[in-house]
């Protein structure tokens, strides 16, 4: 696993509170066979790493850096998150196959480890307990966000 990117000590307004955090019940087996099957991408800051629009199925956790997440809105472009080193992007598309629908931007130099649908398909196959971790725990994560998003109504 690599070196923090799972550490879950974090402060409760961490990217992983209300039950935002994923994949801490993996034993090391099960982490070796999902880091198999991860893909490490490298973007320098300013880069867009996914683009709203894109048709993309790649989930990809953040091993390193920071992020913001930029979409278009009724009152224009607008940020709907600053995220650090373990937080989640593109689950939405991963989940539901539909198109990008915000841009995430490299605010610093960032590192991920994505995980394309085919990918995930494998290990559904051949891992089922390790995607079926992976499947509701991001679920969790969309749930959590949604709850603070009605508390902020």
Do not use: C, K
């Not at 809105?73 to 989940?95: C, H, K, N, P, T």
């Amino acid at each position: 696993m690599a070196p923090g990117l799972f550490d879950y000590d974090r402060p409760d307004d961490a990217p992983f509170a209300d039950g935002e955090r994923i994949l801490s019940g993996l034993t090391d087996g099960e982490w070796r066979d999902l880091e198999s099957r991860l893909e490490r991408r490298r973007y320098p800051a300013g880069v867009v790493i996914l683009r709203a629009g894109e048709d993309d199925r790649a989930l990809h956790v953040i091993a390193s850096g920071r992020v913001e997440v930029l979409a278009e809105g009724r009152r224009g472009r607008r940020r709907l998150a600053v995220l650090d080193e373990g937080a989640v992007i593109g689950e939405m598309s991963f989940l539901d196959g539909r198109r990008r629908s915000a841009d995430v931007v490299a605010l610093t130099d960032v590192e991920t480890l994505s995980l394309g649908f085919d990918r995930f398909l494998q290990l559904s196959a051949w891992r089922p307990r390790i995607a079926l971790s992976l499947a509701l725990d991001l679920g969790r994560a969309l749930a959590g966000r949604l709850r603070r998003s009605n508390r902020d109504v």
